[in-house]
């Protein structure tokens, strides 16, 4: 079964630190890979993908993520944090076969950055 | 740049009550999708919708659930007799080949269910 997991509920890191967002994935073949972010009250804001090609990633907001095929992972990653930052994020999946494939997400991480 | 659109923002229904939550997609897009969050949970896939028809659904999406595009703009999810386990966020998004890359999906902002 495809799935997708996220193994911190909770990261807290200091404006101007690096960060990082765990996820791996389980799923056959090569999936699309996805990051959205969810700020409170809000809908899903879609900030980066993988399709193929380079493995390092670059989305909105400054955001990147590196897809590692032997390790299944897509973490996500921002040089320098800033407040602004501080929101629940999904990594998520898609399978490459048919073009209404069903996103999987993770459970979400909460990032909170603090001053 | 054009965006998923979703009315109402938030819905407050009785139980047994049916419900319609409306989304207009993207325009030229091809693909259509509902989405749920329970409060404090993860994003579930509920149905997949292609060419007029259900491509895929998931065990939740049972049938007290229907999804129709009445008029080749909007996409409609229909609850017939809402539970309280209903309350939700309902996320609609769409996805076309003609729109970037396959596979990305541009979600609306919801409709928060509420049923008492």
């Known amino acids: 079964a495809q799935s997708v997991a996220q193994p911190e509920d909770q990261v807290n890191v200091a404006e101007g630190n690096p960060l990082t967002v765990k996820c791996t994935y389980s799923v056959s073949g090569n999936p699309y890979l996805f990051w959205y972010v969810q700020y409170p009250n809000r809908g899903l804001q879609f900030l980066l993908k993988y399709i193929t090609g380079d493995n390092l990633v670059k989305g909105s907001y400054g955001f990147e993520a590196e897809f590692n095929k032997s390790q299944t992972s897509f973490h996500l990653k921002k040089p320098s944090a800033l407040v602004s930052d501080s929101a629940l994020y999904f990594c998520a999946v898609r399978d490459r076969g048919s073009s209404a494939s069903k996103i999987i997400f993770g459970s979400g991480t909460r990032l909170s950055i603090r001053p | 740049e054009p965006e998923v659109t979703q009315t109402p923002s938030h819905q407050v229904t009785q139980m047994g009550q049916e419900v319609i939550l409306r989304c207009v997609p993207i325009?030229?897009?091809?693909?259509f999708y509902w989405y749920r969050q329970i409060l404090g949970q993860k994003v579930e896939f509920l149905v997949s919708?292609?060419?007029?028809?259900?491509?895929?659904k998931s065990e939740i999406f049972d049938d007290q659930f229907s999804v129709e595009r009445p008029d080749g703009s909007n996409f409609t999810l229909k609850i017939r007799s809402t539970k309280l386990e209903d309350s939700a966020m309902y996320f609609c998004?769409?996805?076309?080949?003609?729109?970037?890359?396959?596979?990305?999906?541009?979600f609306g902002p919801g409709t928060r269910l509420t049923v008492l």
């Open positions: 998004a769409s996805s076309g080949e003609n729109r970037g890359p396959v596979g990305e999906q541009f």
């Open positions: 919708f292609y060419n007029n028809e259900i491509s895929e």
């Open positions: 325009s030229n897009h091809l693909y």
